[in-house]
């Protein structure tokens, strides 16, 4: 019923598709952003219960709606495509991470050195000053900046799975990748605040940034596949290997960091039920 409901709003066309999947996930992003305006101070606890909830979804649809319809259904069983694709998706997330600091530079405007002056006791204070605002500053633009990262495979996920002609497949996808992005968007804008970016409407829009990302790359995954069928496993995997990265690499990390162990781990069990039921449901 979803299925056919999606084809008569939307068509037939996969790039279409593709395009709505996109705006839908980074609405589903929009609306964690701006909820900030309603929920101004989310406890750690509720951020890391929310962030575990988001590595649930990603960690269930990177097997039930990649790697094994990519093994089964596009790589007529052989393992090495999606694997390649696998490995291939981690690395680029790994030398994405790299450009963190060089980002947090240019947001900043300042390098480390740029603190230090010899103009006398005021000069001093106020050096001393805006290096602890940096200080403050400089951890959550990495944050932002490592969201805007995983974005990409998720988006790129959900091109994919439009163009590989399995619509049921894309659209659980597209769901529960929209589901996770809202304590992604909530999270964003509750650190941009935090650190005094801006007001709570710009720390929302910061939030909305984060996600922007996903609509282009959404079509391009459809467009890539569309193209290149051969290569749809790989992009399969592709995907699911940037996802993975991202959930060992930074959300089990950040979710554990502060003593919320429990509800986390929670978290991320509710989400992969979520997941498991939406694909169920709609595969």
Do not use: C
Not at 15 to 32: K, P
Not at 235 to 254: H, W
């Amino acid at each position: 019923m979803l299925e056919n409901a999606f084809v008569r709003l939307v068509g037939t066309d996969p790039l279409w598709q593709a395009l709505v999947g996109g705006l839908v996930i980074a609405g589903f992003n929009a609306v964690g952003a701006l909820s900030v305006l309603v929920w101004r101070n989310p406890s750690d606890r509720a951020l890391d219960g929310a962030l575990g909830f988001a590595g649930g979804v990603m960690l269930a649809a990177s097997f039930t709606s990649l790697i094994i319809p990519g093994i089964e259904e596009y790589a007529g069983g052989s393992l090495f495509p999606v694997v390649a694709g696998i490995l291939l998706g981690a690395v680029v997330l790994d030398r994405g991470e790299k450009w963190v600091p060089y980002v947090q530079r240019l947001v900043t405007g300042r390098r480390s050195e740029e603190f230090s002056t010899d103009g006398g006791a005021e000069a001093e204070a106020a050096a001393a000053s805006r290096a602890a605002a940096s200080d403050r500053v400089a951890p959550v633009i990495v944050f932002i900046v490592a969201i805007t990262l995983h974005n990409m495979p998720e988006a790129l996920a959900v091109g994919v799975g439009f163009g590989s002609d399995n619509l049921g497949n894309a659209i659980a996808l597209m769901l529960a990748i929209g589901i996770q992005n809202i304590p992604e968007g909530l999270a964003v804008a509750v650190a941009a605040r935090n650190a005094g970016l801006g007001s709570l409407f710009y720390a929302g829009v910061t939030g909305i940034r984060s996600g922007l990302v996903e609509v282009p790359l959404a079509v391009f995954g459809a467009v890539a596949v569309s193209v290149a069928a051969p290569l749809l496993p790989y992009a399969m995997g592709f995907a699911a290997g940037g996802m993975l990265y991202v959930i060992v690499d930074e959300i089990i990390p950040q979710t554990h960091a502060r003593g919320h162990e429990r509800v986390a781990t929670l978290g991320t069990i509710v989400g992969l039920v979520v997941m498991l039921s939406l694909d169920v449901a709609l595969g």
